[in-house]
């Protein structure tokens, strides 16, 4: 999967074990895996300024209804980066678990990753193939 991968996945699995419909968005490759972050229309805790919002309680880039893909007010969480099994994912495919949604362009993703890795939750070994994503687009 690309940088940029907007993935609709019916059965995503937390790290805590939860389960839940997600719409998930590709960051880079991770060994044989992505990285992925997730995207939320709930507003709690979140201001509606379009863009990367480091300062909010998550960090989140700031999606307006009906720009790019979204329909509705999307917030991309940039608190946690998530590790997306790629065996896991052609068997969601398969089933119709998981659907492509489309590519975001890459300038949008050129600023989404500028803001993740202005997030104060990202680190460490993460941090350093959010960057590589980041110089290859």
Known sequence: ?????LLFDKKFQFPNGHIDYKLIIVVCEYGENCL?????????????IEGCQVSDNPPNFFVPQN???FED?????LNEVFEYDSNQYLYKKEDGVVQHKCDLPNDF?????DCLL????VDGFEKDFVKRAYNNL
Do not use: E
């Not at 992925?36 to 509606?48: A, E, F």
């Not at 007010?73 to 969480?77: E, F, G």
């Not at 202005?118 to 939750?121: A, H, Q, T």
């Open 1 to 5: 999967m690309n940088c940029g991968t």
């Open 36 to 48: 992925v972050i997730q995207t939320t229309r709930q507003p709690k805790g979140k201001n509606k």
């Open 67 to 69: 720009t790019k893909w």
């Open 73 to 77: 007010d999307t917030w991309i969480l």
């Open 109 to 113: 993703m050129k600023a989404l990753l």
């Open 118 to 121: 202005k997030s104060r939750d």
